[in-house]
């Protein structure tokens, strides 16, 4: 058999099958080179197993705390074992389902550790022997691990990271984040509806620093009254383990604090590492691959797509979108999809999700805008099942085109996408109001802000 493919790419995550599986389809021979398992972060240890362990979650601290829904449950309480017996097969069915994807459209996948030797070649570890295979092009997609800070003791067992969580599906009675990001608050959110007694040490002046300031305070504030303890420019500047508890050192507004728990987890970003892919490097940023508008590094021939691509958000989507671009500048096919309109979801209770530019963002490039918002106190729907207090905010320019927007509110994940259309084809706020959305349901508040929006603007 030949070992020359059309493209080789190297890592089976959201942006490798996607280019893999698109570049298939277009005819191409593709090789998908995978060191571990396919699906990568986001199936193995991500957005999936995170968002199992989050709907069990949720459904617990509905049946526990819902007392007005008419339920009456007793005893209501969580078997860990089960939940990541749970996970386990959430997992295995997904990695199935893009086993026989790839199978289906005759993409050969190598299982083994692949190297780039130069453009066009790549060396594969397999179990057992050194495969040499040639192409015409080269998809990186090898994605990130999660970053671990020069902290003393984190090397203590106790201190972990999302990768453990996910493997193990611990049971904590108190846990300390550090990292106040979306992977911190998720946890933060998702232990917390569970029962467990979480602390969030973040290191800047608010958490989810780079989002909008009101859904960062909005979801502050509901944590802590759900009993999260949150401390901010919070400086962590050793852990060590006491009497069987894991304590950590820090100095916020000026003092030095203890505090202890069973665990640690390390929340802190993720680092990638391409060294290990390809030598010499192409030019990078702060360790990501700088890419053109085709995701081609510096290094001709040579693509690099998903976390470790500079200048693009880490996120499953956004890595399967550059894949699919990819995949259609190699067959030659035309992409039109725009490649930094993503929205981004963090999967806390409430759920917050954006889209295109915050209102403080389309003010610093010199905008002149207007915001509508509604808080979904009015919405039927969300009073029916007991929601807190939330919002949706749009943002639009003074041609009414939407610019952005953000919600921070039940199924807000969900809803954003209608914000990304809208956005995506410069629809402005009157058309998009204009459509008639089923009652009683959670997106009618999209209309109400989007009438409040056009309020603003006469
Ligand atoms: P992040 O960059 O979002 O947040 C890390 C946080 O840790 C920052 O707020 C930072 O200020 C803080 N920090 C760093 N060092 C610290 C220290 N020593 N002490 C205290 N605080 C410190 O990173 P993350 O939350 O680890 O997420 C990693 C990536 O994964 C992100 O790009 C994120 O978008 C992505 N992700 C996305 C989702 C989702 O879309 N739902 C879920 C998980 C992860």
Known sequence: MSNHYDVIVIGAGPGGLACATKLAGYGKKVVLVEKADIGGTCLNRGCVPTKTLMHTADLYRTLKEDTECGLCIEGVSIDYA?????????????????????????????????????PGKVVVKTENED??????????????????????GVDIPTVITSDEILSQVPSFDELIIIGGGVIGMEFASLYNSLGTKVTVLEGLPRILSTMDKEISSSLSLSLKKKGVTIVTDALV??????????????????????????????????????????????????????????????????????????????????ASAQGEKVAAVLAGIPYTTDLHLVPGCVYTQPEIASVGMSEQEAKDKGLNVHVGKVPTTGNAKSVLSGDERGFIKVIADETGTLLGAQLFCSRATDMVGEFAVAIGNKLNEKQVASIIRPHPTYEESIKDALEASIKKNK
């Open 82 to 118: 089960s939940l990541k017996n749970k996970k386990e097969e959430v997992v295995s069915k997904l990695k199935d389902a893009s086993s026989k994807g790839l199978k289906a459209l005759k993409v050969t996948v190598l299982n083994g550790e692949a190297t780039v030797i130069e």
């Open 131 to 152: 495969v040499e295979l040639t192409s015409d092009a080269i998809v990186i997609a090898t994605g990130s691990l999660p970053a671990i800070p020069p902290i003393e």
């Open 237 to 318: 500047s050793k852990i060590n383990q006491e009497q069987g508890k894991t304590t950590c050192t820090y100095t916020a507004k000026n003092k030095t604090e203890t505090i202890s728990a069973q665990a640690v987890l390390l929340a802190v970003g993720r680092k990638v590492n391409l060294n290990s892919v390809l030598n010499p490097l192409p030019e990078l940023d702060r360790g990501r691959a700088i890419v053109d508008d085709n995701m081609m590094s510096s290094i001709p021939g040579i693509y690099v797509i998903g976390d470790a691509a500079a200048g693009y958000p880490q996120l499953a989507h956004a």
